[in-house]
């Protein structure tokens, strides 16, 4: 199904979720179009996220999560920050981290609000 057909039916289409991505300078890019993503840093929202557990994903229409995004395109594309696994040691306290498909197929865990995750599966 393409992006581009849904669009003629008046339909959002989901948020794109890419890997973050840096330039030579070390600077966040846009991986689809290059562009400089850095000042867009903080709390995202993806929608209709691919999530792999299901009772997550029957949980969340949208998901927030901490990273990047590109809004030079019909669609969002958000490059969430790097979770490394459930308890995403890397950021602050009350951030967990959850399993999510990207763009490409590969399952990559995203930092969540702890919160949102309690509050939606109990
Ligand atoms: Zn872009």
Not at 80 to 103: C, Q, Y
Request: overall charge negative; aromatic content about 6%.
């Amino acid at each position: 199904m393409s992006r581009t057909g849904l669009q003629e039916f008046g339909c959002m289409p989901p948020t794109v979720v890419r890997e973050p991505t840096r330039d030579r300078d070390k600077v966040h890019v846009c991986p689809s179009c290059g562009h400089p993503v850095g000042k867009s840093k903080g709390s995202q929202r993806i929608e209709k996220p691919d999530l792999v557990h299901v009772v997550l994903a029957a949980a969340f229409d949208e998901l927030i999560t901490f990273g990047w995004r590109c809004d030079r395109h019909p669609y969002d594309i958000v490059m969430p920050m790097r979770a490394g696994g459930s308890e995403a040691r890397a950021l602050v306290d009350g951030w967990t981290g959850v399993e999510l498909r990207f763009a490409d197929e590969h399952v990559r865990y995203v930092p969540v609000p702890e919160r949102e995750v309690t509050e939606n599966v109990e």
